[in-house]
């Protein structure tokens, strides 16, 4: 039986206990105990650090249970390893926009490629996490996202609110096996919509039988509506597509989220259902 807690990364930064906070929200909301990890090469400063940070914590959320470790190892790695019996991993990232963004290794876009768990990105932007509201915003890039998409309902179910789909600028509705893709899918002049995007061609089948399916009548957004949207909602939810499974163009929205999202990134794995071995 997977271990049930919440894990986030600290460093005693502002941004990263802005991520503490948001996590000891997440694990008050599931009743799971909470893991702050410090990944530093020297191990006898994380004491101070880690201390300050449990304090916190217990002062806020009296009866949470806090576990503390100090980890000599990439931040990255070190959350990866430690998310990996987890429920969600929680950690900060701070706005960065245009070319910086493009050409970030921040810890949350190399966390992103190695989770194992969901992942909620804290941006030092954000408001404060107990202050946020609004709706459960999802952003459907295929009809492969049904992990992102029951996730979304459960995280609205935690919050009591709602899910609000959007379609990110890459989707595309699937094309059945054929020669030729419905007129619907190909733009004046006969161009094949459905091509060249590295989206899968047909409905995907998702990794467990969630029962639930992305809405195709929600409205299609471009990248800066898309980013627009993020401020009147709560957190946005977006599946991650591994290399091979839709293609690298999947992670530009989702890095841009990470970067430019107005309010919380939920980074769902699209395999979570074959990873967690058939269940949440």
């Known amino acids: 039986m997977p271990e049930r807690h919440v894990v986030v990364g600290t460093d005693g930064s502002i941004i990263s206990t802005r991520a503490q906070d948001a996590a000891a929200e997440e694990a008050v909301r599931r009743s799971v105990p909470l893991e702050i990890v410090y990944a530093v090469p020297e191990l006898d400063v994380a004491g101070p650090v880690l201390a300050t940070a449990a304090a916190r914590v217990r002062a806020r959320h009296p009866g949470l249970s806090v576990r503390l470790a100090a980890v000599d190892a990439d931040p990255a790695e070190a959350l990866a390893r430690k998310g990996r019996r987890a429920a969600l991993t929680v950690v900060g990232t701070r706005a960065l926009g245009g070319l910086a963004a493009l050409a970030s290794r921040s810890v949350a876009r190399r966390l992103m490629e190695r989770i194992h768990c969901p992942l909620l ?160």
Request: net charge neutral; charged share 20%; glycine share 12%.
């Open 121 to 280: 990105v804290v941006g030092a932007g954000h408001l404060p996490y107990h202050t946020g509201a609004g709706d459960v915003l999802l952003a459907i890039e295929t009809d492969a996202d049904a992990e992102a998409t029951v996730y979304a309902d459960e995280e609205a179910a935690r919050r009591g609110t709602r899910v609000r789909f959007v379609h990110t600028p890459l989707y595309r509705l699937p094309v059945p096996p054929g020669p030729c893709p419905p007129a619907a899918l190909r733009a004046p002049g006969g161009a094949d919509l459905s091509s060249d995007t590295g989206l899968p061609t047909g409905t995907a089948a998702p990794a467990r039988d969630t029962g639930r399916r992305p809405d195709r009548t929600a409205p299609r957004l471009s990248l800066d509506e898309l980013i627009a949207a993020t401020a009147d909602a709560g957190v946005v939810v977006i599946a991650h597509h591994r290399h091979g499974n839709g293609g690298v163009r999947h992670d530009q929205t989702a890095h841009a989220l990470l970067h430019r999202s107005r309010c919380p990134v939920l980074v769902v794995p699209s395999d979570l259902g074959t990873r967690r071995g058939g269940g949440l």
